[in-house]
């Protein structure tokens, strides 16, 4: 990749995205896209350009596209999944409209794309243990439905159009630089800023209930390489299973008490995000991540734990 867009570079996973392609390539070539009242601050703003590009705006895209001669694209704009249960309507706008100008601009200036997808694609039909990479696809919830169209239209505009889309399904990303956006696994980053704030955390989600989870870093790397992947091996393409951990409220909990010894919880659930959670897989299948494109995490829960406590202690700091 050349020149790249980041579309939504403010937000939960683009704000840190954005900042590791700048490191990878350079300044200049990563162009940070936002929206009017999100522009990019600090680091982000003085690191490289911004433009003004909202994802309901093809012309917006396109003249981005044309000024920087862009050769991808990545697509990070999304009403996180709690939120677009309160606002089906805007999540399912911005999901799908914002991908279809995305991919039509795409299409007509030949870019690539990466639209990340998410564990919310899966639903109660597929199995709840290592979910294969091409398990049934059901979800219940507006987020879930808008990732499981999105995977479908990138593989069209692949298969018609020779557009070079990719993807991968996130899980729960855990992050110590960006806040909780209305994600169903945002208790896992909720749960670190407590500890180390020396509160009691009040736990949204039951007892038991497993999700795959990764550190952001890995997440980075991994829409990085997709990215970067050789086209040849890649067998499948919207979208990748990729992991790295799973576990459930208890098991971060005492993984977390290992190092805040004094760190209490107690259970007062959300039945919106309970259900969505009670939706989603246990744990991926990234067997073919790992053999199409080479995929391997390097945070385990308890290097993720040590490193997101002395982060949070040092920024709480600042």
């Given at each position: 990749?050349?020149?790249?867009?980041?579309?939504?570079?403010?937000?939960?996973?683009?704000?840190?995205?954005?900042?590791?392609?700048?490191?990878?390539?350079?300044?200049?070539?990563?162009?940070?896209?936002?929206?009017?009242?999100?522009?990019?601050?600090?680091?982000?703003?003085?690191?490289?350009?911004?433009?003004?590009?909202?994802?309901?705006?093809?012309?917006?895209?396109?003249?981005?596209?044309?000024?920087?001669?862009?050769?991808?694209?990545?697509?990070?704009?999304?009403?996180?999944?709690?939120?677009?249960?309160?606002?089906?309507?805007?999540?399912?706008?911005?999901?799908?409209?914002?991908?279809?100008?995305?991919?039509?601009?795409?299409?007509?200036?030949?870019?690539?794309?990466?639209?990340?997808?998410?564990?919310?694609?899966?639903?109660?039909?597929?199995?709840?243990?290592?979910?294969?990479?091409?398990?049934?696809?059901?979800?219940?919830?507006?987020?879930?439905?808008?990732?499981?169209?999105?995977?479908?239209?990138?593989?069209?505009?692949?298969?018609?159009?020779?557009?070079?889309?990719?993807?991968?399904?996130?899980?729960?990303?855990?992050?110590?630089?960006?806040?909780?956006?209305?994600?169903?696994?945002?208790?896992?980053?909720?749960?670190?800023?407590?500890?180390?704030?020396?509160?009691?955390?009040?736990?949204?989600?039951?007892?038991?209930?497993?999700?795959?989870?990764?550190?952001?870093?890995?997440?980075?790397?991994?829409?990085?390489?997709?990215?970067?992947?050789?086209?040849?091996?890649?067998?499948?393409?919207?979208?990748?299973?990729?992991?790295?951990?799973?576990?459930?409220?208890?098991?971060?909990?005492?993984?977390?008490?290992?190092?805040?010894?004094?760190?209490?919880?107690?259970?007062?659930?959300?039945?919106?995000?309970?259900?969505?959670?009670?939706?989603?897989p246990d744990s991926l299948d990234d067997t073919c991540a790992r053999e199409e494109w080479g995929w391997q995490p390097q945070y385990d829960l308890d290097?993720?734990?040590?490193?997101?406590?002395?982060?949070?202690?040092?920024?709480?700091?600042?």
């Amino acid at each position: 990749m050349k020149n790249i867009l980041i579309i939504g570079s403010t937000g939960q996973i683009g704000s840190e995205l954005t900042m590791e392609l700048r490191k990878h390539y350079s300044g200049a070539q990563v162009i940070a896209g936002y929206i009017s009242g999100a522009e990019p601050k600090g680091d982000l703003a003085e690191s490289g350009p911004s433009e003004l590009v909202d994802v309901l705006n093809k012309q917006q895209i396109a003249d981005a596209v044309e000024k920087y001669q862009i050769d991808a694209i990545y697509n990070l704009a999304a009403i996180l999944s709690a939120a677009a249960e309160i606002k089906p309507y805007l999540a399912w706008k911005i999901g799908m409209d914002g991908l279809f100008n995305v991919l039509e601009v795409a299409r007509e200036m030949h870019c690539a794309v990466f639209t990340p997808s998410s564990i919310g694609a899966f639903g109660s039909d597929a199995p709840k243990q290592k979910t294969p990479q091409d398990a049934v696809r059901n979800p219940r919830t507006m987020y879930g439905i808008t990732k499981v169209a999105g995977e479908l239209l990138g593989n069209y505009y692949f298969t018609r159009f020779g557009v070079d889309t990719r993807s991968v399904r996130f899980p729960g990303l855990i992050s110590y630089i960006t806040p909780p956006g209305g994600g169903t696994t945002d208790y896992a980053v909720d749960i670190f800023y407590s500890a180390v704030k020396n509160e009691h955390f009040i736990c949204p989600i039951a007892a038991g209930t497993l999700m795959d989870m990764m550190y952001m870093p890995d997440g980075l790397r991994a829409a990085i390489q997709i990215m970067e992947a050789d086209p040849s091996r890649l067998i499948h393409r919207n979208a990748f299973n990729v992991t790295a951990m799973s576990f459930d409220p208890e098991i971060i909990f005492n993984q977390i008490k290992k190092y805040v010894p004094d760190f209490t919880m107690e259970y007062q659930v959300d039945p919106l995000r309970q259900s969505i959670a009670e939706s989603w897989p246990d744990s991926l299948d990234d067997t073919c991540a790992r053999e199409e494109w080479g995929w391997q995490p390097q945070y385990d829960l308890d290097a993720m734990t040590k490193d997101m406590l002395a982060k949070l202690r040092d920024k709480i700091k600042e």
